[in-house]
């Protein structure tokens, strides 16, 4: 198993601010993207991350995030199987974000 990095949303918030060529994944599905999301996110669905991680950079950091922070730490544990280096999961994903960073963001 490989060894994620995990950033809290304050953590997330410091870090694209000294990395703005993050890419944050959003790997929710439609739906859930449709009620709330981050500004200026990349949608691939987990079960589409197979099919169309070579769409993504390898070389900027990739956050992915999802609701609570499990399904994007499954794909990113994927992604770097695949090759990828630069990954972080969003610890207790968009949800936690809402509570302690952005409450605009609402929640479900």
Known sequence: MNDISQLTPVE???????HPDTVLLDVREEN???????PNHVHIPMNM????????????PIVLY??????SLHCAMYLADAG??????LKGGIDEWSQTVDPSIPRY
Do not use: M
Not at 66 to 71: A, V
Not at 84 to 89: A, D, I, M, R, S
């Open 12 to 18: 997330l918030h410091a870090f694209l601010t000294e």
């Open 32 to 38: 859930e993207v449709a009620f709330c999301s981050l």
């Open 49 to 60: 991350i197979p099919l169309r991680h070579n769409e993504l950079p390898d070389d900027k």
């Open 66 to 71: 999802c609701h609570h922070g499990i399904r």
């Open 84 to 89: 990828f280096e630069k990954l972080y999961n």
